[in-house]
């Protein structure tokens, strides 16, 4: 590969946006020691007038469209701080000599973190961590009366990293899991590799019950607890619909871990108002950043977190060690590793 750097040999590295401000924070770190390598971060409004000067750009949640691809005429590679891409023109990136890249969530602990979230919002919904918080304003003992994750049906629609570290945490928690993947080897002969995963590298023995996509409005019926960890495509969009939530045990619960635009806003609401949806924990929202006056927080059986389950200390790090040896590999024309391309 060709040495690719701006004026006076420095590579230029542009994070968009002022919101998960750890990603950039790390990233500079990380790459201190390294003269030659530039961080920057610019408002989301000011990204398409500087895009230009910058040879890596992590995208975070600004839109880049065909228009603002256009005007990177110094651009490498174009990269996610996560796993999410949904924002990029990814064909029009590609016309224009770019790469787009997301780091995989399994090798940075950002898997781990999202499936430790999970159980999080899973024991804040059925503990009743709203209501507990007015017992202690109201100094009242031994109200609400929660209930246990034991012997719980979960239901995980999307059995991809973050699927698989939760369904690892869950079992010992007792519980029955389902779950579903888009394509799914259902050969039950299908020999275990060395490290006891089968050929898709996953445990046949993390899953009580499987399928694929098409059967998840019959597993819902089935399920105490409902998780989303799709992927957001054309496909995806609005998944959790009305037929879906009308599938669904009366009174369970339903965690989305991946993103806001899988479920259904209206259709959720309307669950939510009439009793059927017994709880919602979210670590996602329908428009980015939060309403704080959105009217499904009025419920107190809601749950909301803001995007966070995947920005913890370790993740992070890890993630910005990806995005600083990309950095440092485009400065030296070396081969880009440790990304999953898109394009």
């Known amino acids: 590969m060709e040495r690719e750097s701006g004026e006076q040999g420095v590579t230029r590295v542009l994070f968009c946006g002022p919101h998960f401000p750890a990603s950039q924070d790390y990233t500079r770190e990380y790459l201190s020691q390294y003269p030659f390598i530039q961080v920057d971060e610019a408002a989301l409004d000011d990204v398409p007038r500087v895009i230009g000067n910058y040879h890596l750009c992590v995208v975070k949640n600004k839109r880049f469209d065909s228009d603002i691809i256009a005007r990177a005429k110094q651009m490498k590679l174009l990269m996610q701080f996560g796993v999410g891409l949904e924002g990029v023109d990814i064909d029009a990136a590609t016309k224009n000599g770019i790469k787009v890249a997301r780091i995989p969530g399994g090798v940075t602990g950002n898997a781990a973190s999202c499936a430790e979230m999970t159980i999080y919002l899973m024991l804040g919904l059925l503990r009743k961590q709203n209501e507990i918080q007015t017992s202690v304003n109201q100094r009242k003992l031994g109200e609400p009366v929660g209930e246990t994750l034991f012997g719980k049906t979960v239901l995980i629609v999307g059995y991809g990293n973050i699927g698989i570290d939760l369904a690892k945490r869950l079992r010992p928690f007792g519980v029955k899991i389902i779950a579903t993947r888009r394509s799914w080897c259902l050969n039950s002969e299908a020999p275990l590799q060395s490290n006891g995963l089968d050929q898709n590298g996953m445990s046949d023995s993390l899953v009580d019950v499987k399928g694929s996509h098409n059967d998840i409005c019959n597993f819902a019926g089935e399920a105490d607890i409902v998780v989303c960890c799709l992927s957001l495509n054309k496909d995806t969009a609005g998944i959790i619909?009305?037929?879906?939530?009308?599938?669904?045990?009366?009174?369970?619960?339903?965690i989305n871990i991946a993103r806001g635009g899988l479920l259904d806003y209206e259709a959720v609401a309307r669950h939510l108002e009439c009793g059927h949806l017994g709880g919602l924990g979210t670590d996602v929202a329908w428009t980015e950043p939060f309403d704080p006056n959105d009217k499904i927080l009025k419920y107190k059986n809601v749950l909301l977190t803001p995007h966070v389950a995947g920005v913890t200390e370790?993740?992070?790090?890890?993630?910005?060690?990806?995005v600083g040896d990309a950095a440092l590999q485009l400065h030296a024309g070396t081969s880009l590793t440790?990304?999953?391309f898109v394009n």
């Open 241 to 254: 619909n009305d037929s879906f939530l009308s599938s669904m045990r009366k009174g369970a619960l339903l």
């Open 338 to 340: 440790g990304i999953e």
């Open 314 to 322: 370790h993740s992070y790090r890890s993630m910005a060690k990806v």
